[in-house]
């Protein structure tokens, strides 16, 4: 009876302490939150206002997963995102029962032809094979799904020679050639960890034919790491290439010029996402980072938001046939289209001086960033389908069109997207917030808090440690090789053999009421309202 009864007081003891210990709790909070005077909702309603704190903080995972359909996100749609993790982890763009698309919107459409081209009429060069890892999916269910990678050969899908885009062909001693035409948008390393760096370099290289840009925070080692072709972009603070006291270094800029991989570089006047110089927190600025950087470790960073070398165009296009005659290599610069007369200034004086870079990256004011003002990103800048034929139209009005490439950057993360860029104008299309789904990114949008979940852009060691280098790097590698089988089937459709062949005349725009417009009579209309104001 003692041992019954022994148990009987202690199973009260124990529904006691599971009873009053959240009520002694719930008390503490309310008491605390009525006594705080910093937020209203918790003092009026201590508990409602806990619901209200804790629902705002899973708001968008809620959005994303639950409430949106998956043509609504932003700044990319559950669609696009799925799209990407589908070409990278399983080299898949099938869906069945037809597209998710609403038809009744307006927007751009490829203009088909009544007779494609055959695969076997479509100019590609196959030759080789890559050696890459896809997943096979062996079971989907409401709580687990089974899937195994298994080794596959796939086509590489490069361009053939004759077609490939070649950047300083006629500048440079040492003139870059690209059998694709889909390249990585410059992310520095410290925007994006050592793990991430290092996957995209190891699946571009693997994928062949594209480029890897290092952004403005210099060269690491974690670039160099799979040994693409590089395009080192030179931001206003000049991390790697500067002196201790700021200035441009000529001779750091020429040991970079002598390195292999080093195939052009690129002068960042501006980016879509933020039209400033780049802000870094010290404690952020790691050894390694300052190292790379050619800064102080500890200190924090804030880039002016131009060029001291240079405040004009003839000064900028001395500073650029300086640096293509020391290196040997394509010299272009990162612009965000705005003031168009500026615009037009720049591409007159390239006209009458002979002079400019080799090629000019366009980035739409929809591009992404790691950390950026909220009226920068939302307001600064054309959107690519605006900026990129206003520029194309330019050059070609004054005759200079076949002296500069343009690559296109802003959201184009799929076949589809590209190709009506590269109709619009663009030479080659830049991408990176795709590369970074393709490596793992959620959409978490934490970037500028070193805390992303899954180890993308942070260089937090221990969420670092959730993204396989090994794994990851087929993705990248698959997803790019994905986009250029893409390419070549829109080209097919649209009666041409390769997507360097895109135009204008192939793509049109269709308006809410159902109404067809060529993109040559919009942008002439465009040109006519421009000439007007």
């Not at 995102?81 to 990278?88: C, N, S, Y």
């Not at 390239?350 to 960033?369: A, R």
């Amino acid at each position: 009876m003692t041992t019954i009864f022994d148990l009987v007081i202690g199973l009260i003891v124990l529904i006691g302490f599971i009873l009053v210990i959240p009520i002694v709790f719930f008390i503490f909070l309310y008491l605390k939150d009525d006594r705080q005077k910093q937020h209203s909702i918790l003092r009026n309603f201590p508990v409602l206002g806990k619901v209200r704190y804790f629902t705002e903080k899973i708001g968008p995972e809620l959005r994303q997963y639950l409430f949106l359909n998956d043509n609504e996100g932003k700044p990319f749609s559950r669609k696009e995102f799925e799209d990407v993790v589908k070409a990278g982890k399983y080299k898949e763009r099938l869906i069945g029962f037809g597209s998710l698309r609403d038809f009744t919107a307006e927007g751009f459409y490829i203009r088909n032809t009544l007779f494609p081209k055959l695969r076997e009429e479509m100019k590609v060069d196959n030759a080789s094979k890559i050696k890459t890892k896809v997943y096979k999916l062996d079971g989907d269910n409401l709580f687990a799904r089974k899937e195994h990678s298994e080794d596959r050969l796939i086509n590489p899908v490069y361009l053939q020679d004759e077609d490939a885009v070649i950047l300083g062909e006629h500048t440079c001693r040492q003139p870059f050639k690209l059998k694709g035409l889909i390249g990585q948008s410059g992310m520095s390393f410290g925007a994006l960890g050592e793990n991430a760096i290092t996957a995209l370099s190891k699946g571009l290289s693997l994928a062949g034919g594209t480029w890897m840009n290092t952004g403005e925070g210099g060269l690491s080692q974690y670039h160099l790491a799979g040994k693409p072709d590089i395009i080192l972009q030179i931001g206003p603070d000049l991390f790697g290439v500067r002196k201790k006291n700021g200035e441009f270094s000529w001779e750091e800029f020429k040991k970079k010029s002598e390195m292999e991989e080093i195939k052009a570089f690129e002068l960042k006047l501006a980016q879509g996402a933020k039209t400033r110089g780049g802000h870094v927190e010290g404690e952020k600025v790691t050894e390694e980072i300052a190292k790379i950087r050619l800064v102080e470790p500890g200190k924090t960073i804030n880039s002016p938001n131009r060029f001291k070398e240079f405040d004009n165009v003839s000064s900028l296009f001395h500073f650029v046939e300086e640096m293509r005659n020391v290196s040997g290599k394509p010299i272009g610069i990162k612009i965000v289209v705005g003031d168009l007369d500026a615009l037009e200034n720049l591409v007159s004086c390239m006209k009458e001086s002979g002079k400019g870079p080799d090629f000019i990256t366009i980035d739409g004011g929809e591009g992404g960033t790691g950390a950026t003002f909220q009226e920068l990103a939302d307001t600064v800048g054309l959107p690519i389908q605006s900026a990129l034929p206003v520029v194309d139209e330019m050059l070609k009005e004054y005759g200079i069109r076949d002296r500069v490439k343009l690559i296109a950057s802003g959201k184009l993360i799929t076949p589809d997207k590209i190709a009506i860029a590269l109709a619009m104008g663009a030479d080659l299309v830049n991408i990176a917030r795709g590369f970074m789904i393709s490596v793992g990114c959620i959409m978490a949008q934490v970037c500028h808090t070193n805390n992303c979940p899954v180890g993308v852009a942070t260089t937090n060691k221990k969420l670092q440690d959730g993204l396989s280098v090994e794994e990851k790097h087929y993705r990248v590698c698959n997803y790019l090789v994905s986009l250029r089988e893409g390419l070549y089937n829109l080209a097919a459709a649209a009666g041409i053999d390769s997507p360097t062949k895109f135009e204008r005349k192939h793509v049109v725009h269709k308006d809410e009421l159902g109404r067809i417009f060529p993109l040559e009579e919009i942008l002439h209309s465009a040109k006519k309202t421009q000439q007007q104001t």
